[in-house]
C-alpha cells in the first residue's frame, strides 16, 4: 500500500481549503454581494458629507425648493473633511452633496489657507470651491485677489483665469491667469506677468513665483527693469529675498553705457555684480566697442569689466577697426565722463589694423586721447617696417595712426630683397609720424647707428653702409625705407658685403620678429 509523505499531504489540505472557498463563494446570494458593497459606499458617502454645524434659521420647503434642499439663513458654518465654511445665507443640496453660498464667505482650507469671498458654489463629492467676486486667498504672509478663483481643497490648488494680484513682504504680482499649488507654496502665472518690487519690475510671458524662497523662474520673454539698468531672458531665476538671479537663453544686461550677454548671465543686484559664461559679449555703444570672450565680470557701480577666455576686443570704425587679441582684456568706465573710459590688455596682446599691427604684453587704450600705450617687449609692424623699444606709445584719432614714440633702445628695421638681411636703424628714441594713416617719417633721436645695404639702379647690392651719428631723419617711401639724412655729420663706411661676417651685419639687440607679424585680423589669435 502506497503511504503518502508529507509534501502530498500538503498539497491535499490546499486543494481541499481551495475547494472550501470557491463553494461559499458561489453560495452567497449576489443580492448580499451588491448589497455589502452598497453598504460601504454609503460608509465611504458617510465620511465625505457636507455636515451643518450651524444656522440662525433654517427652512426646508420640498414644494418651493425642492426635495433634499435646504434654505440657511445668519450665522452659517459647515464642515466637510476637517474645512470650515462660513457664510451669511445658503442653500444646502443633500442629495448632491453640495451648495451654493452668499454673503461674507470664509473657508478655512487648511491651517494656513484662507479663502474669502462674496458668491461661492461647493461640490462636497469634488471638493472643487468655485469663488466669484471679491475673492480674497491669505496663505502665511502672501494675499491673493482676484473675482473668479476655483480651488480645489483635495489638491490644494487655485486657478483664476480672469486676472489676478498677489501681494506678499515685498513684492506684487499681476497675470490674467493663475495657479497656486498651496502645498508647495508655488505660483504659477501666464500671460501679462509682471512683478512690482521697490526696486524693479519684471515683465514676462510665464513665471514661477514660489512664495517662501521669494524666488521668481522665468520660461519665456521676460524684462527686469530698474532706475540702474535693464535685464532681459528667456529662462532663468530671480532671487527676490538675497536679489541675485541667473538667466539664459538671449540673455543680456544694460545699463545705457554698456551691455553684457551671454549664454548665461549671473548678476547680484546688491553688489552690482554680473558674470557671463560662453559666447560673451560687452558692448559699449558709446566708443563703438564690442568685446568678446568666453568668461565676463561686470561691476556696474564703476562700469568696469574683465574678460577672458579667447578675448577680443573690437573699435569699430568704417574704414579700419581695431581687432585686439590678450590672455585678459579690462575696460574700466568713467561714471562721470564717457571719454575717460581705457580699456587694459594683458598677456600675449596682439592687435590687427590695415595699417598698424602690433604684439605686447601689456597694453593700455586711453579712449580720452585716443592713445595705445604699449609696454613688455612692444613690436609695431607698418608696412614692411618692424619697430620696437622698451616702451611705445601711439596716438590715434578718427580711428587713424597719428603719431608714435618709441621710449629707450628703439629700433626700426625691414627685410632686404635678399630676405636673409635686414636693413636695421637703432637710437635712444625715435617719433614716427604718419600721413593719411601711412608712415612717411621717423625722427631718431640720440646715439643713432643704422646698417643700410645699398643698391645700385639696377637694385644690385654694392655694399652695406654702417654709420653712427647723434640724430637722423629716416624717410620711408611706398611703405618702405626711402633714405636717411644725417642731422651731424656722421661716421659713416660703406663696406664691400663680403668683408662683413654675420654678427657685423646686425647692431646689437637686433631682433627680428616676423613669425609673430599679424598679417589679418585672425593672425592675433596665433
Not at 271 to 299: C, H, M, P, W
Amino acid at each position: 500500500m502506497h503511504k503518502m509523505n508529507i509534501d502530498e499531504k500538503k498539497g491535499k489540505m490546499k486543494n481541499l481549503l481551495f475547494s472550501f472557498f470557491v463553494i461559499c463563494f458561489f453560495l452567497t446570494p449576489p443580492e448580499l454581494i451588491g448589497q455589502e458593497a452598497q453598504e460601504d459606499e454609503e460608509k465611504k458617502q458617510k465620511k465625505t458629507r457636507i455636515q451643518l454645524v450651524q444656522a440662525d434659521y433654517m427652512t426646508y420647503d420640498k414644494e418651493k425648493l425642492g426635495p433634499h434642499i435646504q434654505r440657511l439663513i445668519g450665522n452659517v458654518i459647515f464642515e466637510h473633511d476637517s474645512m470650515y465654511l462660513h457664510c451669511d445665507s445658503a442653500y444646502l443640496f443633500e442629495k448632491d452633496n453640495s451648495m451654493d453660498a452668499w454673503g461674507n464667505i470664509h473657508i478655512e482650507a487648511s491651517d494656513s489657507v484662507n479663502i474669502f469671498g462674496d458668491e461661492l458654489s461647493y461640490n462636497g463629492n469634488k471638493r472643487m470651491a468655485e469663488m466669484r467676486e471679491n475673492v480674497k486667498l491669505v496663505d502665511n504672509q502672501i494675499t491673493l485677489t482676484t473675482d473668479y478663483l476655483d480651488y480645489n481643497l483635495a489638491e490644494n490648488i487655485g486657478k483664476y483665469t480672469g486676472g489676478g494680484k498677489i501681494v506678499d513682504t515685498s513684492n506684487r504680482l499681476t497675470s490674467k491667469v493663475g495657479y497656486y499649488y498651496a502645498d508647495e507654496k508655488d505660483f504659477f502665472f501666464k500671460d501679462d506677468v509682471k512683478l512690482k518690487n521697490p526696486r524693479y519690475t519684471m515683465d514676462s510671458d510665464t513665471l514661477l513665483y514660489n512664495t517662501v524662497s521669494e524666488i521668481s523662474y522665468f520660461f519665456g520673454p521676460s524684462y527686469i527693469r530698474s532706475d540702474s539698468n535693464l535685464i532681459y531672458c528667456e529662462n532663468g531665476w530671480y532671487d527676490t529675498k538675497k536679489n541675485v538671479s541667473q538667466f539664459k537663453k538671449n540673455a543680456y544686461l544694460t545699463n545705457n553705457k554698456q551691455s553684457l550677454q551671454g549664454d548665461s548671465l549671473f548678476y547680484d543686484r546688491d553688489r552690482g555684480l554680473g558674470k557671463a559664461f560662453e559666447n560673451v559679449f560687452v558692448i559699449d555703444s558709446t566708443q563703438n566697442v564690442i568685446i568678446q570672450g568666453e568668461y565676463a565680470r561686470f561691476l556696474e557701480k564703476t562700469n568696469n569689466s574683465m574678460i577672458t577666455d579667447s578675448a577680443l576686443a573690437i573699435q569699430i570704425d568704417d574704414g579700419d577697426s581695431l581687432f585686439m587679441h590678450a590672455d585678459t582684456l579690462r575696460y574700466i568706465g568713467d561714471t562721470i565722463n564717457e571719454t575717460g573710459k581705457k580699456l587694459f590688455a594683458y598677456y600675449n596682446v596682439k592687435y590687427y589694423r590695415i595699417n598698424l599691427q602690433g604684439k605686447c604684453d601689456s597694453l593700455a587704450y586711453i579712449f580720452k586721447d585716443s592713445l595705445i600705450k604699449m609696454y613688455d617687449n612692444p613690436f609695431i609692424w607698418s608696412g614692411e617696417n618692424q619697430l620696437y623699444a622698451d616702451s611705445i606709445i601711439v596716438y590715434t584719432g578718427e580711428s587713424k595712426s597719428k603719431k608714435m614714440m618709441l621710449w629707450h633702445s628703439a629700433y626700426m628695421a625691414e627685410m632686404v630683397q635678399d630676405s636673409v638681411h635686414y636693413n636695421q636703424i637703432k637710437g635712444k628714441n625715435m617719433f614716427g609720424y604718419f600721413r593719411n594713416d601711412e608712415l612717411y617719417k621717423v625722427d631718431v633721436e640720440g646715439n643713432a647707428e643704422t646698417i643700410y645695404f645699398v643698391n645700385n639702379d639696377k637694385d644690385e647690392l654694392i655694399g652695406i653702409n654702417k654709420a653712427e651719428s647723434s640724430d637722423l631723419v629716416i624717410h620711408v617711401k611706398d611703405k618702405r625705407i626711402h633714405s636717411i639724412t644725417f642731422k651731424n655729420k656722421p661716421d659713416a663706411k660703406l663696406h664691400p658685403q663680403d668683408k662683413l661676417s654675420e654678427s657685423e651685419k646686425t647692431i646689437k639687440g637686433f631682433i627680428w620678429n616676423g613669425k609673430e607679424h599679424p598679417k589679418s585680423r585672425y593672425d592675433i589669435f596665433n
